[in-house]
């Protein structure tokens, strides 16, 4: 990489960030396309947050992605929100062109999915009811899913989301439960996500949260989880023969929009895919 006086700087901020995989998939897309940019990653403190964002701004940064546990309080220091950002709540990709903010991870899931099934008119059951989950439910109520079921250990949480979701107006049929009653959902669901750590290393063994005799061959399983690349729960999906879909091409897509947003250029995405899986060992 050839950094310049010329030379566009995108990059990171989270506290700590010396484990993300976005460095080199980014800078893969910058060098393959023959671009003057170069994505760094910076540990920002959260009580130097305002400080870092203005000072970024001064510095003629071109674009940050967000992560733990800036995504919410960075929203104080944007002048903008996206729609889809706003009714997240979070932000993970900030413009600085316009000092917007926009929420890329939804996207990067939906896009995953629709590599093998589009969302439109389907039935999702989403386990999970947290930052994730969240960031996925607005954007498949966006994309048109026909119903939405979101289940959660703790169901006051799961209640909450799905009344947030409904309100939106994007969706009409939301309903929330317990992840214990999981088995009762998968018979009519086109499409199952798990946006809980169960499966993710080290705890590679644990019981997934569906097996394969829940699952049927007529439906897309997604896992957010991306380390292992096959889970526990895509193992039990492939055994029935349903549709894998794997974290790892959420980490891609939301790279690849933010990189949209920020370039206005479209990226390279096998290039990005392939930096990403040399970066996970895969």
């Known amino acids: 990489m050839n950094i310049k006086g010329s030379t566009n700087i995108v ?15 980014h800078n893969a897309a910058f060098k393959a396309l023959d671009m003057d940019y170069a994505y760094v990653a910076f540990d920002v403190d959260p009580s130097n947050l305002k400080s870092a964002i203005e000072g970024a701004k001064s510095l003629n940064i071109k674009g940050f992605n967000v992560t733990i546990p800036h995504k919410i309080g960075v929203m104080d220091f944007l002048d903008g929100i996206d729609e889809v950002a706003e009714l997240i709540g979070a932000v993970n990709t900030i413009d600085f062109k316009d000092m917007k903010g926009y929420n890329t991870d939804g996207i990067g899931a939906v896009k995953a999915i629709e590599e093998v099934t589009s969302i439109k008119g389907k039935n999702i059951v989403i386990a999970g009811a947290g930052g994730a989950s969240r960031a996925i439910s607005f954007y498949i109520a966006k994309y048109g899913a026909d119903s939405l079921t979101i289940l959660n250990r703790n169901i006051d949480k799961a209640q909450k989301l799905a009344r947030d979701v409904s309100e939106s107006g994007l969706i009409g049929n939301v309903k929330s ?32 949260i569906a097996t394969a005799d829940h699952l049927h061959e007529d439906m897309a399983v997604f896992d957010a989880v991306y380390n292992p690349n096959e889970t526990v729960l895509l193992k039990e999906a492939i055994k ?16 690849a929009e933010s990189f ?11 290039v990005m895919e392939n930096a990403l899986r040399d970066t996970l060992n895969l």
């Open 177 to 208: 439960d317990s992840i214990n009653d999981i088995n009762s959902y998968l018979d009519d669901a086109d499409i199952l996500i798990n946006t809980t750590p169960i499966g993710m290393h080290p705890n590679v063994d644990v019981e997934p």
């Open 260 to 270: 949209r947003i920020w370039t206005g250029e479209n990226p390279p995405v096998d």
């Open 11 to 25: 990059g990171l901020i989270g506290h700590p960030v010396e484990h993300s995989f976005s460095p080199p998939m």
């Open 240 to 255: 029935a023969g349903a549709k894998p879909v794997y974290g790892i091409k959420m980490l891609l897509y939301q790279g």
